[in-house]
């Protein structure tokens, strides 16, 4: 049975030494035979899996399964390891996790100014965020307790930036081929009940943009959302995958790595604009006056200099091409603001009426944010009726587990923020950002699966991250002992 042990009781791997060989561990003899080609996969396979093929899985119509479907054998790594190291302040996230099973009792009480649950969908949408919340910890937990030759940072950092070349990939098929969707394989396999459930429904018929109405005097607008479900999952993925891509392939890049880096930013600024995300646009902004300061406080002014030549250049050519009205209008057109507003409000009562437990998932509102009397109907099938907790992560939370559930998730990344603060590295910094964009993304926009999968593989990079600075530092304390000790011992030999 697997133990949980702090973060700093483990220590890192041993390095390897000279020659390539893990420390303690004999070179192979020249005269040994060559090792023979073998199917065996790599350790780290799963990982690999969600980030490269994850396009094959969007295809599938599997977003929402497959962090399951690998954190099986996931967790039967980790269950042989015997002994798994856990990020700080992981007590709160089992809290949170206990949360989310518990609040399945409370499904079939009614929330205040909501419809009555009624159906067996809310049990099936309970079953699956209870499966993708213990897969996307079990996720964290893997990634955690490879080690470096496993699966190294520098790797983990590309399979991020992969994605991220992806999803811009994915920005331009959404904006350039919004009327593109087909039916998902996997929907001819499924029993026909199941297959017209709306959930999964809206899974097997996969849509590469969402056609919205959004700017003032237009019928709709595309907006991109390939290779995710939603556009605003497509926009908060953006900007995480953006911040790992620009370390792996800007920073810490070299020749061809860093001018493709560089091309790839560049490339990523129109189907940003398109898709018309404020949440994006703002996130963005913070990423840059976060990664200011930090450059700023470690005296890197050059850099700094550098990064807001480059940041006003980018945004003076933005203004001044066809892209800049579109970001202008999207501005000064917040049609969506009263229905959030209503939403987030009926989120914050229902939790008051129900502080610990919440009410298990989302609940539709009766009426709309205009009247309690406009609801949907046969003649109006978009009126009204809205899912309170469909905002944002933050009322899901409050509406799902309470102010309980709401209290542990934030606390969650607090702490881990907190606990990697003084991480100045290009990943440290990086981890940091990801995880202020969690917490200020959570108001805006839901984060399960992916976007709650790349926050919490962030930590674990982190973590880890923080266990190689500490094996150095440990290191060079030991080197210095050793270094006043040498001279002496020479002088003792000279006197013999």
């Given at each position: 049975m697997t133990t949980a042990a702090p973060l700093r009781s483990v220590p890192e791997p041993e390095p390897a030494a000279a020659g390539g060989h893990p420390a303690g561990v004999p070179p192979t003899p020249p005269d040994a035979p060559a090792r023979r080609w073998s199917l065996r996969?790599?350790?780290?396979?799963?990982?690999?899996?969600l980030f490269v093929l994850y396009p094959?899985?969007?295809?599938?119509?599997?977003?929402?399964?497959?962090?399951?479907?690998?954190?099986?054998?996931?967790?039967?790594?980790?269950?042989?390891?015997?002994r798994v190291r856990v990020p700080p302040g992981f007590g709160l996230w089992l809290v949170l996790l206990a949360w989310v099973v518990l609040s399945g009792l409370v499904l079939d009480v009614p929330a205040p100014d909501t419809l009555d649950p009624k159906g067996f969908g809310r049990y099936i949408g309970w079953?699956?965020?209870?499966?993708?919340?213990?897969?996307?910890?079990?996720?964290?937990?893997?990634?955690?307790?490879?080690?470096?030759?496993?699966?190294?940072?520098?790797?983990?950092?590309?399979?991020?930036?992969?994605?991220?070349?992806v999803t811009v990939i994915g920005g331009y098929v959404g904006a350039l081929f919004p009327q593109l969707k087909f039916v998902a394989p996997l929907n001819y396999l499924l029993p026909g009940p199941i297959a017209k459930e709306p959930f999964v429904s809206r899974l097997m018929h996969v849509e590469?943009?969402?056609?919205?109405?959004?700017?003032?005097?237009?019928?709709?607008?595309?907006?991109?959302?390939?290779?995710?479900?939603?556009?605003?999952?497509?926009?908060?993925?953006?900007?995480?995958?953006?911040?790992?891509?620009?370390?792996g392939w800007v920073v810490l890049g070299g020749g061809l790595r860093k001018l493709t880096g560089y091309v790839v930013v560049v490339a990523a600024v129109f189907p940003i604009v398109y898709s018309l995300n404020r949440g994006l646009w703002i996130g963005l902004v913070i990423g840059a006056v976060y990664v200011a300061v930090r450059l700023?406080?470690?005296?890197?002014?050059?850099?700094?200099?550098?990064?807001?030549?480059?940041?006003?250049?980018?945004?003076?050519?933005?203004?001044?091409?066809?892209?800049?009205a579109l970001l202008n209008e999207r501005m000064a057109n917040g049609h969506s603001d009263d229905i959030r507003s209503t939403l987030s409000?009926?989120?914050?009562?229902?939790?008051?009426?129900?502080?610990?437990?919440?009410?298990?998932?989302?609940?539709?509102?009766?009426?709309?944010?205009?009247?309690?009397?406009?609801g949907k109907s046969a003649e109006c099938k978009q009126c009204g009726n809205r899912e309170l907790g469909s905002n944002g992560q933050l009322w899901n939370l409050l509406i799902g587990q309470g102010w309980v559930g709401a209290f542990c998730y934030n606390a969650f990344f607090l702490w881990c923020l907190w606990r990697f603060r003084n991480d100045h590295t290009p990943i440290g910094i990086?981890?940091?950002?990801?995880?202020?964009?969690?917490?200020?993304?959570?108001?805006l926009y839901g984060a399960l699966n992916t976007t709650l999968a790349y926050g919490l593989i962030s930590v674990a990079l982190l973590a880890r991250n923080d266990l190689h600075l500490r094996a150095l530092r440990r290191e060079a304390r030991l080197a210095a002992v050793a270094e006043p000790a040498r001279p002496r011992a020479l002088t003792e030999r000279r006197h013999r």
């Open positions: 996969l790599p350790v780290a396979w799963p990982v690999t899996a094959l899985w969007w295809a599938l119509g599997l977003p929402s399964f497959i962090f399951a479907i690998l954190a099986v054998p996931m967790a039967f790594q980790l269950y042989r390891r015997g079953g699956i965020r209870v499966m993708n919340y213990s897969a996307l910890t079990v996720t964290m937990l893997y990634v955690l307790n490879l080690s470096e030759r496993e699966l190294p940072r520098g790797r983990l950092v590309r399979l991020f930036g992969f994605m991220a070349v590469v943009a969402q056609v919205q109405e959004v700017l003032a005097g237009a019928s709709s607008s595309p907006r991109p959302a390939a290779p995710f479900e939603y556009t605003n999952t497509w926009g908060e993925n953006l900007a995480i995958l953006l911040i790992w891509f620009i370390v700023a406080l470690r005296g890197r002014i050059v850099v700094l200099v550098g990064l807001a030549l480059a940041t006003g250049l980018m945004g003076v050519a933005v203004l001044a091409s066809p892209l800049g409000n009926g989120a914050v009562a229902a939790a008051n009426h129900s502080p610990v437990l919440g009410y298990g998932g989302n609940r539709a509102l009766i009426g709309s944010n205009r009247s309690i009397a406009i990086a981890g940091s950002l990801v995880l202020i964009l969690m917490l200020f993304f959570q108001f």
